[in-house]
Nanobody, 119 residues
Framework: QVQLVESGGGLVQAGGSLRLSCAAS????????MGWYRQAPGMQRELVAV???????KYGDSVKGRFTISRGSAKSTVYLQMNSLRPEDTAVYYC?????????????WGQGTQVSVSS
């Protein structure tokens, strides 16, 4: 089994910064993608930032230039540095891990961590 443990959410004022962490543990084989999504109340889950299978990064349009994804040397830990936070960044942030084995995708999600930005 695979577990994702997130940390680092909280309440911050607009313009402030937060750093999220996600560590994957368990039977981890070929990592395809690993990164972050978020979901605000009444909204669909959306991409925040992700490392893709070829090592490149993708960011959601609304966070480009403000958020930075990075990872540990073992590539099973990812971080999300969030700067210049805005009230519209308020959401539950979920860590996501996509593993691929023999042509089959396996999706794993963390429990979510709340990020709240006050104006």
């Amino acid at each position: 089994q695979v577990q994702l443990v997130e940390s680092g959410g909280g309440l911050v004022q607009a313009g402030g910064s937060l750093r999220l962490s996600c560590a994957a543990s368990g039977t981890i084989f070929s990592i395809n993608d690993m990164g972050w999504y978020r979901q605000a109340p009444g909204m669909q889950r959306e991409l925040v930032a992700v490392f893709t299978s070829n090592g490149t990064t993708k960011y959601g349009d609304s966070v480009k230039g403000r958020f930075t994804i990075s990872r540990g040397s073992a590539k099973s830990t990812v971080y999300l540095q969030m700067n210049s936070l805005r009230p519209e960044d308020t959401a539950v942030y979920y860590c996501h891990l996509l593993l691929r084995l023999q042509g089959v995708n396996y999706n794993y999600w963390g429990q979510g961590t709340q990020v709240s930005v006050s104006s």
